[in-house]
C-alpha cells in the first residue's frame, strides 16, 4: 500500500460525458501528479501540481482539467469523453518536486462505450 | 522535446537466466528513475541515480548511470518468477517533466 488513494476504482461511461477521478496523496506530500496509461503503453505524464498549483503540464487534451486543493487532495476533470480515453489513469505524490521519488496510487480504470 | 527510448519492448527468458533493460535520453538528465510495474498493480519506485556513472545493487538488481547522464540500464542477475512485470525508467528533469520510457515487460518461464 503506497498510502495514495484513487477514487473511483473502476468507471464506465459513454462518450460526450464528463467524469471526475479523484486523488488524495501520501500524508505529507505535496506534490501530485496525473499520468494516462493506455493498453499496451507507457506512462504519459498529464499534469503536476505542486501545493496547490500547477507546477508542470504534459500532453494534456484540452478536454482534460485538474485541480489540487488546500487539502492536498486532486481531481482530475475529463470532458466530452471519447473512446480513446479509456485507459487507465495513475495518480502520484511525492514530498517535493520531480526529483523525488513518487509514490502511486492503485489507479482509475476509465472505460468510455 | 525530450524523449526517453527504452528496449527491449518485450523480453522472455528461463527462470535463472539473466535480463538487461535498456534506457536512453535524447537529453542530458538530472537523475534517472526505475520503476516497477507489476501486472495488474502500478508501479512502484525501486531506485533514483542521480551521479554520472554511478552504480547501484539491490539483491539482484544492478543499476547503471551513464556517463554523459544520457542512459541506463537495469540487469537481473538469475530471474525468478516474482521478477515478472514492467521495468520502467524515468528521466529528469530538462523540460520539468518526468518522462517514462515505454518500459520493458519482463516474462519468466519457471
Known amino acids: 500500500d503506497s498510502g495514495v488513494t484513487q477514487t473511483p476504482k473502476h468507471l464506465i461511461t459513454a462518450t460526450g460525458q464528463r467524469v471526475t477521478l479523484r486523488c488524495s496523496p501520501r500524508s505529507g506530500d505535496l506534490s501530485v501528479y496525473w499520468y494516462q496509461q493506455s493498453l499496451d503503453q507507457g506512462l504519459q505524464f498529464l499534469i503536476q501540481y505542486y501545493n496547490g498549483e500547477e507546477r508542470a503540464k504534459g500532453n494534456i487534451l484540452e478536454r482534460f482539467s485538474a485541480q489540487q486543493f488546500p487539502d492536498l487532495h486532486s481531481e482530475l476533470n475529463l470532458s466530452s469523453l471519447e473512446l480513446g480515453d479509456s485507459a487507465l489513469y495513475f495518480c502520484?505524490?511525492?514530498?517535493?518536486?520531480?526529483?523525488?521519488?513518487?509514490?502511486f496510487g492503485p489507479g482509475t480504470r476509465l472505460t468510455v462505450l | 522535446g525530450q524523449q526517453v527510448m527504452q528496449i527491449p519492448q518485450y523480453q522472455h527468458v528461463q527462470e535463472g537466466e539473466d535480463f538487461t533493460t535498456y534506457c536512453n535520453s535524447s537529453?542530458?538528465?538530472?537523475?534517472i528513475q526505475w520503476y516497477k510495474q507489476r501486472p495488474g498493480g502500478h508501479p512502484v519506485f525501486l531506485i533514483q541515480l542521480v551521479k554520472s556513472g554511478e552504480v547501484k545493487k539491490q539483491k539482484r538488481l544492478t543499476f547503471q548511470f551513464g556517463e554523459a547522464k544520457k542512459n541506463s540500464s537495469l540487469h537481473i542477475t538469475a530471474t525468478q518468477t516474482t521478477d515478472v512485470g514492467t521495468y520502467f525508467c524515468?528521466?529528469?528533469?530538462?523540460?520539468?517533466?518526468?518522462?517514462f520510457g515505454q518500459g520493458t515487460t519482463l516474462q519468466v518461464k519457471p
Open positions: 524515468a528521466g529528469c528533469c530538462d523540460t520539468g517533466k518526468l518522462i
Open positions: 502520484a505524490s511525492s514530498v517535493a518536486g520531480l526529483a523525488s521519488e513518487q509514490f
Open positions: 537529453t542530458t538528465l538530472s537523475n
